[in-house]
């Protein structure tokens, strides 16, 4: 008779959208066979109420989550709450005996970074830091093709990542407008992005030269108000979010703020955002590969463009995930060979759900047994902490007006 698979006992924690979603709600129906959700925390315990019912699950609500670690010794916690609060959560559970999945950035200081280090070496427990794109398939055949060989060795790459003025603007909303919560978007979203450059490279970043500027967003705006709710100026605003008309954000969110005061749709000209929209930077590896990086926060478009220059070739890269006209849905990998040797086109479907699969293939990778990480996707506290540094450094880069070189921490 075959034996009955052990689930592993997860207790969720931070039940906003990507709790809800992602570790909630989809994973439960697609990966129950493997875990089981013991526990939801939430300083919201409305929004936890309300995560609990979406997600479909009886499992008890804590508010407190000493209390909830004590009570139901989870083997494994996931971590979903803003970034600079995932430190102490990490270190909590990891001391009582659990593994850990944290959603990226893993965290937004030099210093939370060491005690995390330090805990996981002391706990002998396992950190996942949740580095997605890693795993969408048009990165892992790029991957592919660089460990093949397929342009020798690379030795620059070229990489520009845009957001569309709705997902981008959905940052000046919330606590991601504040440096001291997200280490500004060279950390709390550019961490997917050096993680991709670490990966890709297999290499650690060593000196970073950033220009950071807030020219759209907050300050710049021509007038302000609290939030699109209550706005004056709704009729006017190019920003103007109608909550309601989404029902999930709407009642995860609104009813739920009348407890915390978290608004979902904060005025995105806010005085007091303290992060830039605007970001480039050059960033010099140990391997010796120079890169060409920028970030911007207000575009028509969503998606990256990428190339990699090698002694031998191009591998070039347009990935678009919305825009203003139709896309096949499917990516275009374009390799081109110096010395005549030619050009391949080479077409990597789209897969279902979000980053084109890539969060399907991590949840595979992470819980079914057995599964095999021939690329070495899966990503571990190093590749956690690394990604953060390079974006702190760019951060102060792009402060001081000198080069930044990366701390040896690790
Ligand atoms: N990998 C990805 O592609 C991806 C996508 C979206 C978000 N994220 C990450 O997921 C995390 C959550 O993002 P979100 O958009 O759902 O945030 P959110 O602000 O919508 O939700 C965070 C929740 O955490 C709760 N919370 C805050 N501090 C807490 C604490 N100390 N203990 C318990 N609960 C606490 C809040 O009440 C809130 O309900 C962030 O780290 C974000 O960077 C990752």
């Not at 690379?154 to 520009?160: L, Y």
């Not at 959905?170 to 991601?176: A, E, S, V």
């Not at 303290?274 to 478009?301: E, F, K």
């Not at 190339?307 to 139709?326: C, D, M, V």
Request: aromatic share 10%; hydrophobic share 35%; proline share 5%.
């Amino acid at each position: 008779m075959a034996q009955e698979l052990k689930r592993v006992r997860y207790a969720l924690v931070g039940t906003g959208n990507r709790g809800t979603t992602m570790w909630g709600r989809e994973l439960l129906a697609g990966w129950s066979e493997f875990v089981e959700l013991v526990g939801i925390c939430d300083l919201n315990l409305m929004r936890a109420e309300r995560a609990r019912s979406m997600i479909g699950s009886s499992a008890p609500l804590y508010e407190d989550f000493a209390l909830m670690l004590e009570e139901l010794k989870p083997a494994l916690v996931i971590v979903c709450t803003p970034d600079d609060t995932h430190d102490d959560i990490i270190i909590r559970a990891l001391e009582s005996g659990a593994d850990v999945i944290s959603e990226k950035p893993m965290t937004t200081t030099p210093g939370k970074i060491e005690r995390i280090r330090e805990a996981e070496a002391r706990t002998g427990r396992r950190v996942d830091v949740s580095f997605n794109y890693r795993f969408s398939p048009t990165a892992a055949r790029i991957k592919e093709l660089i460990e093949e060989g397929a342009i020798g060795d690379v030795t620059s790459v070229d990489f520009h990542w845009y957001l569309d003025n709705r997902h981008g603007a959905d940052y000046f909303r919330r606590w991601h407008a504040y440096g001291a919560h997200s280490g500004s978007l060279f950390v709390h979203k550019a961490t997917h992005h050096f993680d991709l450059l670490n990966w890709y490279l297999d290499s650690d970043p060593v000196e970073v030269k950033g220009f950071g500027q807030l020219v759209h967003y907050g300050r710049n705006g021509p007038f302000r108000g609290v939030r699109c709710k209550t706005c004056p100026h709704k009729g006017e605003c190019d920003y103007y979010l109608d909550l309601a008309a989404d029902p999930f954000l709407d009642a995860l969110y609104e009813d739920p703020s009348a407890l915390d005061g978290y608004h979902r749709d904060a005025c995105v000209y806010r005085e007091d955002i303290d992060i830039p929209d605007t970001m480039t930077a050059a960033i010099r590896y140990r391997s010796g590969v120079q890169v060409s990086y920028s970030l911007n926060t207000y575009m028509p478009i969503e998606g990256h463009h990428i190339a990699f220059n090698g002694h031998r070739g191009r591998i070039e890269l347009r990935q678009y995930e919305k825009q203003p006209w139709t896309e096949p849905p499917a990516d275009e990998i374009v390799l081109m060979k110096s010395f005549g040797g030619g050009v391949e086109r080479i077409w990597v479907p789209h897969e279902a759900g979000g980053h084109y699969g890539g969060d399907n293939r991590m949840r595979d990778m992470i819980f079914k047994p057995g599964s095999n990480d021939r690329l070495r996707q899966r990503a571990g506290s190093r590749a956690g902490a690394m990604s953060v540094l390079c974006g702190l450094a760019a951060l102060e880069s792009s402060r001081t007006g000198g080069s930044a070189t990366l701390p040896t921490l690790l």
